[in-house]
């Protein structure tokens, strides 16, 4: 079995690792989807080809339902299509009118580039900042968690609380701006990637060093296939060299 490491590997390297890890796993059905989209098969993936997938051939900004929607749910799809045009704008990076592999990870998961984040962050806003004020208060974030919270759990607030208090609002200010706003809805990933490199290194560093050795991952080889990390092992097996 082939393993990443040739040295020692200290908690960076291991983070960094990891978060590469994670968004891997995050993107894989993506690079998987984008051949489905392209349905002439060039390599490329343009808005008809997006929407049509997405919304129907007969779902444009010239139908009826687009224009005059009648019901909460057409509402929501043209909301939906408008939004999705914006990102696909954006993602387009070279402005030729279709996206690449990557452009288009980076539509579905606009998070991953500034160019997009901007667009969806403006998207979120306009659905949740009630005050527009231009960030997301602790009222604002539990009346949008409210929507899709379980009416039968009396502790969904408190819970809500802490996340938005302890996880999201990162500057204590009480609001939840940028970033902070972007990772309630759209995980970047970097708190879980620290957590698994806690967690690994707790269990496999005998010696205390704080870094990893050879023999240390070989020693627990069966917690690495597991891990995130590795993408359940498969990392373990290619681009070993990388650290």
């Known amino acids: 079995m082939y393993v990443m490491f040739f040295r020692l590997v200290d908690r960076t390297e291991l983070e960094a690792w990891t978060l590469k890890a994670l968004d891997d796993f995050e993107t894989e059905d993506t690079r998987g989807e984008f051949s489905g989209v392209d349905s002439d098969g060039d390599g490329f993936v343009t808005w008809g080809e997006y929407s049509s997938e997405s919304y129907g051939d007969d779902f444009t900004e010239d139908s ?3 224009r005059n929607p009648e019901t909460d749910e057409w509402r929501e799809f043209a909301k939906d299509f408008k939004r999705d045009k914006a990102l696909f704008q ?3 990076h070279d402005q030729d009118g279709k996206l690449d592999k990557q452009e288009f990870i980076h539509l579905k998961h606009p998070r991953m580039h500034p160019a997009t984040k901007v667009v969806f962050l403006e998207y979120i806003l306009s659905s949740s900042d009630a005050d527009k004020d231009g960030a997301i208060s602790l009222t604002e974030f539990l009346g949008e968690n409210k929507k899709n919270a379980d009416a039968g759990d009396p502790e969904w607030e408190i819970v809500e609380k802490d996340k938005f208090n302890e996880e999201l609002d990162k500057d204590r200010d009480g609001l939840l701006r940028g ?3 972007v990772q309630w809805i759209a995980s970047n990933n970097k708190e879980e990637a620290a957590e698994e490199t806690d967690h690994l290194i707790g269990e496999c560093d005998t010696n205390g060093d704080g870094k990893l050795s050879v023999s240390e991952v070989l020693n ?9 990390a590795t993408d359940y ?3 373990l097996l290619q681009r070993h060299d990388e650290l």
Do not use: I, K, T
Request: charged share 45%; proline share 0%.
């Open 179 to 181: 970033d902070e706003v």
């Open 220 to 228: 627990n080889h069966e917690l690495w296939l597991e891990s995130d």
């Open 233 to 235: 092992g498969r990392h």
């Open 90 to 92: 954006a993602a387009d």
């Open 64 to 66: 009826e339902d687009f």
